[in-house]
């Protein structure tokens, strides 16, 4: 059986020492590319079951390939509701990314559905643990601290309530949504308008007031090097079908390099 001491979430023990954490996204349901993708060194993997066809079963194997390596598995969840949370992290997943959320009370929902009693409503019935050798009676009491949340902003509302949703206990990132910011903001499909980028250098500043990292993704290291310089310190730099094995490693090693 695993020792205890493995149950820790790459992503929070950074943030937590003032590092950076540096990510990519998992271009399909495959784990030949999940298995590249953690290879080139990111702290977290993004899982998307949001906007990707497929769900848990198609990607169930991923997590368990993050685990193995200590990169932390990031799934996103289609929407807040806790059958997606159950089925996300029961396959392995130690990080929950919740979209669209307006509201503190939103935001505290997410929490909830992502611990355990009795800081949250989470059942019980974890999988993944018989893949890996690892006892329940190691995992379980260790699960609520090694499960991170990050709440992605992408309203008007989420951007009117950010500082009651930045306040709320258990909320790990802020997460700025650049597309759905722009959208909403009148410029769909144009995230690089000025209006919106003013809107996104601002936001790390306005998380930070309540001590939350900001969350961004974008794509190549000049991109992110930009958000780096604007205080987000939690990035997903791209997918190795954008930048390829060898760009997505190398970006990860420049921009680790601006964080020291």
Known sequence: MRPLAEFTNRITEQLAAGGVALGAALPDASDLLAKWSVDT????????????????????????????????????????????????????????????INTAEEARRAVEYAKYPPEGSRGISPLWTQFLDVSW????????????????????????????????????????????????LGHIGHPE???????????????????????????????????????????NVGTIAHLGIDGLAAALTELRQRGK
């Open 193 to 235: 308008h000025d209006e919106v980028q003013e809107l996104l250098a601002g936001f790390p500043a306005r998380v930070a007031e309540h001590g939350r990292p900001a969350g961004i993704t974008d794509v190549g290291l000049e991109a992110c090097t930009r958000w780096f310089d604007c205080g987000y310190r939690f990035i």
């Open 137 to 184: 009676h190691d995992y379980l009491p260790a699960a609520n601290d090694e499960t991170a949340v990050v709440v992605q902003i992408e309203t008007p509302a989420g951007l009117e309530n950010l500082d009651e949703i930045a306040r709320v206990d258990g909320v790990d990132v802020v997460f700025a949504g650049p597309q759905d910011l722009a959208a909403s």
């Open 41 to 100: 060194g990111i702290d977290f993997l993004w899982i998307d079951l949001e906007h990707r066809s497929y769900g848990p079963y198609e990607v169930r194997w991923v997590p368990i390939i993050c685990r193995a390596v200590g990169c932390a598995a990031m799934i996103r969840v289609p929407g807040l509701d806790p059958l997606w949370f159950k089925k996300a992290l029961d396959i392995g997943a130690n990080t929950i990314m919740v979209p669209q």
